[in-house]
């Protein structure tokens, strides 16, 4: 189906402003409509990059877009945020406070070191966040966390990556209804890229994807560092505001192959209440706050935090124990980003490859979506009051 500029300006013209109570047509915030095919491409400008209302007006017009011409039109990562500082730079602002921007006047550190940073982050250019999710232990839930945290930010219109890092039981494949699939190559510049597999506005890579789902991993260290690298440095990411790292659970060397290659712009600590989960969490914390890595831990996520049964939704049952990461991140100064309560519908959802944060109108849902809001709202205050991390060099010893 094929649409027109006209129909894209008069459907935009439902979007209204938050704080000017006029629609984002009248006020000129839409630029450049290109149609190729069902996708639509669009600039929204913004006269400032922290902007509030980025998220929310962007969201706003991929639902009025989806609404008024049908669920084929491809809108969902095609919208892209310009801010006059953004056209300076020579480039456009994905999502506000993007980890690539340069700290303004930064007053330490050597010419030679600035260089370096730059020659850095030509790793992966378009990519504005890089966030790492993690858990002390195994069992937590992590990567479901990890898949409808995604699924919620896409769903804002935010371009999200999800790099499966959980070399060893790599799940995200089942999660997303993409198992079998296969990563096709590209070259590029005389160089392989691999095309990330896409679904429900998500692009993600994972080991998953290139070995059977029933051979079980016999791999060493290196070997699984390797492969991490591969998707880093092979994956053809493209332009994202926030590329998700799915890390295994514990402290590993992947995850300090990961801050070797990438600069991080921040973790998150899964954790379930229980003391034995909570006393594994902390040393998670530890490992990405220590100086030698020095990646600033964005908040704690509690998973399982309660059972509701289907037929008592109002009912609480505190299995694991009641805040316990609630009290967790009061002792450590971190904010607790989100409760997931232990619901039947979670784990369906996982098992039939359609995350629950897909219909953001359910009790679960909602819980995912508040969830990703909080955690975008923790990323985008680290980079307004933080500089940008750097990779970590650990020299042997």
């Not at 030679?112 to 890089?130: D, R, S, Y």
């Not at 699924?151 to 499966?164: P, Y």
């Not at 692009?203 to 690298?229: H, K």
């Not at 369906?348 to 219909?359: F, I, N």
Request: hydrophobic letters at 35%; a neutral charge; glycine letters at 8%.
């Amino acid at each position: 189906m094929s649409y027109t500029n006209q129909q894209i300006i008069n459907t935009l013209r439902h979007v209204k402003h938050p704080e000017h109570q006029q629609d984002i047509v009248s006020l000129g915030m839409v630029d450049d409509i290109r149609i190729e095919g069902n996708q639509v491409f669009f600039n929204l400008l913004f006269k400032k990059d922290n902007d509030p209302f980025i998220a929310s007006i962007r969201k706003a017009c991929v639902q009025a877009l989806e609404k008024e011409l049908g669920g084929d039109v491809a809108v969902r990562g095609n919208i892209e945020v310009k801010t006059p500082q953004s056209k300076q730079q020579g480039g456009s602002q994905k999502q506000s406070g993007g980890q690539h921007k340069k700290a303004p006047q930064q007053q330490s550190g050597s010419q030679q070191q600035q260089k370096g940073q730059a020659k850095e982050e030509e790793l992966l250019p378009g990519v504005k966040n890089i966030i790492a999710i993690a858990s002390g232990k195994g069992g937590v839930g992590k990567s479901t966390i990890a898949a409808n945290v995604a699924v919620a930010m896409a769903k804002t219109g935010a371009r999200v990556g999800l790099i499966d890092a959980d070399i060893f039981g790599p799940s995200i494949p089942k999660m997303f209804n993409v198992e079998g699939q296969r990563p096709y190559v590209k070259k590029v510049e005389d160089k392989d890229l691999i095309t990330p597999i896409e679904q429900y506005g998500v692009r993600m890579l994972s080991i998953g994807f290139f070995i059977n789902p029933e051979d079980a991993l016999v791999w060493r260290g290196p070997m699984a560092t390797n492969a991490l690298r591969q998707m880093i440095h092979q994956g053809k990411w493209g332009e994202l505001d926030y590329l998700l790292i799915d890390l295994p659970p514990g402290t590993s060397d992947v995850h300090l192959t990961l801050v070797q290659e990438l600069p991080v712009t921040g973790a998150t600590i899964v954790s379930t209440p229980q003391n034995v989960a909570l006393a594994d969490a902390v040393k998670g914390i530890r490992m990405f706050t220590q100086e030698k890595i020095n990646v600033p831990v964005l908040g704690l996520i509690e998973n399982m935090s309660w059972f509701t049964p289907a037929e008592l939704p109002e009912n609480k049952y505190y299995i694991f124990g009641k805040e316990g990461c609630q009290k967790l991140a009061e002792k450590e100064n971190l904010p607790l980003l989100g409760q997931i309560p232990i619901v039947q519908s979670i784990m369906q959802a996982g098992e039939d490859g359609r995350p629950s944060a897909l219909d953001d109108q359910t009790q679960t849902g909602k819980a995912f979506h508040e969830l990703a809001q909080n955690l975008i709202k923790a990323i985008d205050q680290r980079n307004q009051n933080q500089d940008p991390t750097q990779r970590v060099h650990i020299k042997n010893q």
